[in-house]
């Protein structure tokens, strides 16, 4: 089994900035895509950004410029930087990896999601 346990969400002003981290733990042989995920009341779920095991990024076109991305491969983390917040970036955040186990077995896993307010 691979567990995923997000941190790092909160209240804060539009402007604003948050890092969320994620770190995975378990059974885990490899890690490939890891990402983060939003969902806002009565939306929804959208990506908001993917990295690859090799550092490659993609980005909603919505948080472009204002987040990014990155992992510690070491430490199976991901991390969110979000700078310049908006109201409409309120959702809870999801963590979410593409992990193959130690017995060869892939699947996607998914945090348990943190809860970011945008807000004065």
């Known amino acids: 089994q691979v567990q995923l346990v997000e941190s790092g969400g909160g209240l804060v002003q539009p402007g604003g900035s948050l890092r969320l981290s994620c770190t995975a733990s378990?059974?885990?042989?490899?890690?490939?895509?890891m990402g983060w995920y939003r969902q806002a009341p009565g939306k929804e779920r959208e990506l908001v950004a993917v990295?690859?095991?090799?550092?490659?990024?993609n980005y909603a076109d919505s948080v472009k410029g204002r987040f990014t991305i990155s992992r510690d491969n070491a430490k199976n983390t991901v991390y969110l930087q979000m700078d310049s917040l908006k109201p409409e970036d309120t959702a809870v955040y999801y963590c979410?990896?593409?992990?193959?186990?130690?017995?060869?077995?892939?699947?996607?896993?998914w945090g348990q999601g943190t809860q970011v307010n945008v807000s004065s």
């Open positions: 990295i690859t095991s090799g550092g490659s990024t």
């Open positions: 378990g059974s885990i042989a490899s890690i490939n895509d």
């Open positions: 979410n990896a593409a992990a193959i186990t130690i017995w060869r077995v892939g699947g996607v896993y």
